[in-house]
């Protein structure tokens, strides 16, 4: 995969961030496919290299994770942003128990968030809420969804419950890689993912009647 581009202009600065670490990482020449997530995980404290092939590998579900959050334009910006951490973390990095990077990677995303939200509260610029990209929760969660009914259901959630929900909703993480992904126990996430399915289910039916078939509050006690 190469760097993405924003469509408008490679001279963006978005693109530019992206360019430069894309080709630092390729001009090492590390493309070792065969090895499992948790093998690259665990000799990148001593390969830093090995970020790029971690890179190749997930930058897409990295940048719709951004995109969905916080828009496609901001996401562009920000997908240097969390590879650039991930790599100077890399002494910490703890793979989970599944074995997959993502749980990390999208800590690590949530964290460069958290720092952009605040930056552009601190500019003036719009809100999280405002940066939702609605449209892409329609697609992933239900195709015949209308977007009021959904804003409805996520917006009485605090941001803690909303977080782990659709880590489980759009990026498709176990509710186990959910919990190490925000950093709470496994007991402490179902019950968190428990409350926000049933917060989420009430305003639901407020809008779109009894019963509403919502994949996204469909209850998973698995914490596997």
């Not at 964290?111 to 809420?129: I, K, P, Q, Y």
């Not at 176990?174 to 305003?203: D, F, K």
């Amino acid at each position: 995969m190469g760097p993405r581009c924003c469509g408008k202009s490679c001279g963006e600065t978005a693109c530019r961030r992206t360019q430069r670490f894309y080709f630092w990482w390729h001009k090492t020449g590390v493309t070792d496919h065969e090895r499992s997530d948790r093998l690259l995980l665990a000799g990148l404290p001593e390969q830093p290299e090995l970020i790029g092939v971690l890179y190749e590998r997930h930058a897409p579900s990295v940048f719709r994770f951004l995109s969905r959050r916080a828009g496609p334009a901001a996401a562009e910006d920000l997908l240097s942003e969390v590879f650039v951490a991930a790599l100077s973390a890399r002494g910490r990095v703890v793979a989970h128990d599944s074995g997959s990077a993502l749980p990390w990677l999208y800590g690590i995303a949530a964290n460069v968030l958290r720092h952009h939200f605040r930056d552009s509260r601190a500019g003036g610029a719009a809100s999280h809420d405002a940066g939702m990209d609605w449209d892409a929760v329609e697609d992933r969660l239900d195709a015949q969804a209308r977007r009021g009914e959904l804003r409805a259901a996520l917006s009485v959630l605090s941001t803690a419950e909303r977080d782990l929900l659709l880590l489980v909703a759009w990026e498709g993480l176990t509710p186990a890689e959910a919990a190490s992904t925000v950093g709470i126990s496994q007991v402490a996430a179902r019950s968190r993912l428990h409350r926000a399915r049933m917060r989420a289910a009430r305003a639901l039916q407020s809008v779109a009647g009894p019963f509403p078939d919502y994949p996204f509050v469909a209850n998973q006690e698995n914490l596997t």
